[in-house]
Nanobody, 117 residues
Framework: QVQLVESGGGLVQVGGSLTLSCAPS????????LGWYRQGPGKQRELVAR???????EYADSVKGRFTISEDIANNIVYLQMNSLKPEDTAVYSC???????????WGQGTQVTVSS
């Protein structure tokens, strides 16, 4: 059974940094896509960043230049480095991944990120 184990998150002041990690396990295949969605209070769910096949990355416009998604292939962990955090980054961040051959989507447990002003 595929599992995504998330860690990181917490409370940080405006301008601070946090790092989220997501470690997939249980699949005989490498993921096709892995990234994070977030949902803030009263907001719609938003795709924050994802890493695709061949190492391509995509970011929401709202986080470009501040967030970096990276892959530690040797340890099979993906990181989301979040810098210059703003109050509007406050949300529950959920790791997701799609695995071949079915491209079924799996989810992590979610982690709270709170940016205080």
């Amino acid at each position: 059974q595929v599992q995504l184990v998330e860690s990181g998150g917490g409370l940080v002041q405006v301008g601070g940094s946090l790092t989220l990690s997501c470690a997939p396990s249980g699949s005989e295949f490498s993921f096709r896509t892995l990234g994070w969605y977030r949902q803030g209070p009263g907001k719609q769910r938003e795709l924050v960043a994802r890493v695709l096949e061949r190492g391509r990355t995509e970011y929401a416009d709202s986080v470009k230049g501040r967030f970096t998604i990276s892959e530690d292939i040797a340890n099979n962990i993906v990181y989301l480095q979040m810098n210059s955090l703003k109050p509007e980054d406050t949300a529950v961040y959920s790791c997701f991944a799609l695995f071949p051959p079915s491209d079924e989507t799996f989810w992590g447990q979610g982690t709270q990120v709170t940016v205080s002003s």
